[in-house]
């Protein structure tokens, strides 16, 4: 099953409880593929960097995936 999770314009501490949430569900429901969509996202933080490191994490623990996609050039720069 795939889950698709799309945050709003801005990654940072007030989302990042939002988006570990969605991977806790998503893999509980059964979810082996994840997928956040960046499409609207214009601006990362530190704590949203914090918060999809630790997405990962527990998805690699449940032996699921996790992709991202539509990442602007300014989210981009910030994940690499």
């Known amino acids: 099953m795939l889950k698709v999770f799309q945050p709003n314009q801005f990654v940072t501490e007030v989302n990042a409880f939002e988006i570990r949430e969605w991977v806790r569900e998503s ?5 082996r593929h994840l997928l956040i969509d960046f ?8 704590s949203g960097l914090g918060a999809l ?3 990962l994490k527990m998805v690699r623990n449940a032996e699921c995936r996790l992709a991202l996609c539509s990442l ?7 994940l690499e």
Not at 27 to 31: K, Q
Not at 39 to 46: K, L
Not at 72 to 78: F, G, L, Y
Request: charged fraction near 15%; aromatic fraction near 4%; glycine fraction near 4%.
């Open 72 to 78: 602007s050039a300014q989210a981009r720069m910030t």
């Open 39 to 46: 499409q609207d996202v214009t601006f990362i933080n530190s």
């Open 53 to 55: 490191a630790n997405a």
């Open 27 to 31: 893999i509980d429901m059964g979810a």
